[in-house]
């Protein structure tokens, strides 16, 4: 009876049961967040989201080795493709073949893609989309900066010249006085009117406006 009990017990406990179990459970949002949260788990589900059948590991390996690298395949270094190669043979293909998301035949150095995989393509597909915006919307917070930096040294440097001109401290004839500061606060209205449509537009875009 002992005898029994133990064989039962050690087949309940094998590696592989666990294994099979991972990979038929249904990811949680918190399972699809944990694969994600690793740029190079994520650079190879994005590269083996647009192939079909099976790949080789190593090209994935370079894939992942050029985004990390910011360059192309082919100027790839041999330490550049070693320093991500060895993590996803060893760790980020085994774990993504644990949850079911491809299957890694690791001995043969191929990877396939699973209908599992299809989970994460809208989540990577936003981080993306946030990513462009991100750098659409750089230069147009840089206009917003400046032009709102000018508004506010235009209105202080009309507000100074009158009171210098008023005090004595500046001789400027009253006609040049007076067209230096309706100068200064057109460019200053010019601005306010720029700025506000930059704003107008990132509301109408759906964009938080800063």
Same mark, same amino acid.
Request: glycine share 4%.
């Given at each position: 009876? /002992? ?24 990811? @949680? !949002? ?30 994935? #390996?370079?894939?992942?080795? #050029?985004?990390?690298?910011? /360059? ?8 550049? *493709?070693? !320093? ?28 396939? @893609? $699973? ?5 994460? *393509? ?17 230069? !147009? ?25 008023? #005090? ?20 200053? $209205? ?16 759906? !964009?938080?406006?800063?």
């Amino acid at each position: 009876m /002992t005898s029994i009990s133990n064989q039962y017990r050690c087949r309940a406990d094998d590696p592989a049961d666990s294994v099979t179990s991972d990979r038929s459970s249904p990811l @949680s !949002r918190d399972d699809i967040f944990h694969v994600l949260q690793t740029n190079r788990r994520r650079d190879a589900i994005a590269y083996l989201l647009n192939r079909d059948g099976p790949v080789k590991m190593s090209d994935v #390996a370079e894939y992942v080795a #050029a985004k990390e690298n910011e /360059t192309t395949v082919a100027s790839l270094t041999s330490a550049q *493709r070693q !320093r991500v190669y060895i993590p996803l043979y060893q760790s980020h293909l085994p774990k993504l073949d644990k949850k079911g998301i491809v299957e890694y035949d690791q001995s043969r150095g191929i990877v396939r @893609s $699973t209908d599992r995989i299809e989970i994460f *393509r809208p989540y990577l597909e936003d981080m993306t989309d946030s990513d462009d915006h991100s750098s659409r919307d750089a230069p !147009r917070s840089i206009v917003a900066s400046v032009v709102g930096d000018y508004h506010v040294t235009s209105a202080c440097a009309s507000t100074g010249l009158l009171v210098a001109t008023m #005090a004595g401290l500046l001789q400027i004839p009253e006609l040049t006085l007076a067209v230096l500061i309706v100068g200064l606060f057109t460019l200053a $209205t010019v601005a306010t009117t720029i700025t506000d449509s930059l704003a107008s537009n990132d509301a109408i875009d759906g !964009r938080p406006v800063h």
